[in-house]
């Protein structure tokens, strides 16, 4: 079995994918919508989900309703009435700012939500190719775009989430650095970093990229530092506490030793069975240890060290809630899974495995079930 052919131009290999996948993705929505098993008790033990769209509402709930889940809710409360309750601060105030930009024009935030995750995807797809042809043949980048894109709970990208919009703003600060252009890479780092926290995690690729050339022109490259300053800043003007006061009162997270989430995780997989904790243990050993194995460069191995600090030293209940998502945030790892991955079978074995757990989210959470 042969590699699927791949276009030259990662331009229009990005707007093909994210042409493709809205398509398949909206229209496994619609599909699906009319045998979902909605458990009303379970809908409304959620916030904001007084106004939801109704089943019976025919192809507005298909295309649009299913995708009102969690996250989203609380990203479209926040983008029309800003901070107003302690919750609200662990979101941070990009995405729901451009929400809000854009409702007007799009007819309803969520409409401007799915948007915007929806050219984010573009952008996202176009930058990791861009970045990675600077070191890696064509054939192990197409590799990694086509796992990126099959990868379990990466539905997400294209769902009221700013994941896609995070992870395009943590690429191209490092395309832009690598090119030399350096108050784009800044900036650009310091939208990540205002997009949700692990966005601070890009200032490390900027500091190794910097310290490489050790050139008075990189300075600007430290803009993106300032995201955490800004983010407390909008907290504290809103009259809330901070994330970390509302962690652990409202949100069942709190600081730990990164070595005691894991440990804790792994005694918990083997003496309790949890699918989902098994899921994302599975998730972080499978993007984790190709990046330290299968190095790269050294600013994608310091990069996913930190990402990984940062996912384990918030301890959650139940344990590593949503690891299989914030795992697509460590993005040169799928260059690395690419480049174990060369024999077709492998490939086409890890995309049957990815593609199916990836519906079986999907199902799941058109269901409502937290798995993302």
Same mark, same amino acid.
């Given at each position: 079995m042969s590699s699927p052919e791949k276009p030259a131009n990662p331009l229009i290999a990005a707007l093909i994918a994210t042409c493709a996948l809205r398509l398949v993705y909206s229209g496994l929505g619609a599909l699906l919508a009319p045998h979902l098993k909605l458990d009303p008790a379970?809908?409304?033990?959620?916030?904001? &989900?007084g106004h939801l769209m109704a089943p019976d509402d025919g192809w507005p709930y298909r295309l649009l309703g299913v995708w009102e889940r969690f996250d989203t809710l609380w990203y479209l409360h926040i983008a029309e009435h800003g901070y107003d309750r302690p919750e609200a601060v662990v979101f941070f105030p990009l995405y729901p700012l451009l929400i809000k930009v854009l409702s007007p024009l799009l007819y309803t935030p969520l409409i401007a939500s799915l948007f915007i995750s929806t050219i984010s995807s573009f952008f996202l797809f176009w930058g990791f190719q861009k970045l990675l042809r600077l070191d890696l043949p064509d054939e192990t980048v197409w590799r990694a775009l086509i796992l990126f894109a099959a990868w379990p709970s990466s539905f997400i990208l294209f769902a009221g989430y700013p994941e896609s919009l995070l992870i395009a703003l943590m690429i191209w600060p490092v395309y832009f650095a690598r090119n030399g252009r350096w108050l784009l890479a800044g900036m650009l780092g310091l939208?990540?970093?205002l997009t949700k926290a692990v966005g601070f995690c890009v200032a490390v690729p900027l500091a190794v990229i910097a310290w490489r050339e050790k050139r008075w022109r990189t300075l600007p490259g430290a803009l993106c530092l300032l995201a955490p300053l800004i983010v407390a800043a909008i907290i504290k003007l809103s009259g809330q506490p901070l994330a970390s006061d509302a962690y652990p009162k409202h949100w069942k997270t709190e600081v730990a030793f990164p070595w005691s989430t894991l440990f804790a995780s792994i005694?918990?997989?083997? &003496? &309790?069975?949890?699918? *989902? *904790?098994i899921l994302n243990l599975a998730a972080l050993g499978a993007i984790f240890i190709p990046a330290f194995v299968k190095r790269l460069r050294p600013e994608y191995t310091l990069f996913a060290l930190a990402v990984l600090i940062l996912f384990l030293t918030k301890k959650t209940d139940p344990l590593l809630q949503s690891s299989a998502r914030y795992a697509m945030a460590v993005f040169p790892a799928f260059a690395s899974l690419a480049s174990i991955l060369k024999h077709p079978f492998l490939m086409a074995l890890a995309l049957l495995v990815m593609a199916l757990l990836n519906f079986i989210l999907l199902w799941s959470f058109f269901n409502w079930a937290l798995v993302v």
């Open positions: 379970l809908v409304r033990s959620n916030d904001f &989900t939208l990540a970093g005694h918990q997989s083997f &003496t &309790t069975f949890d699918a *989902l *904790l």
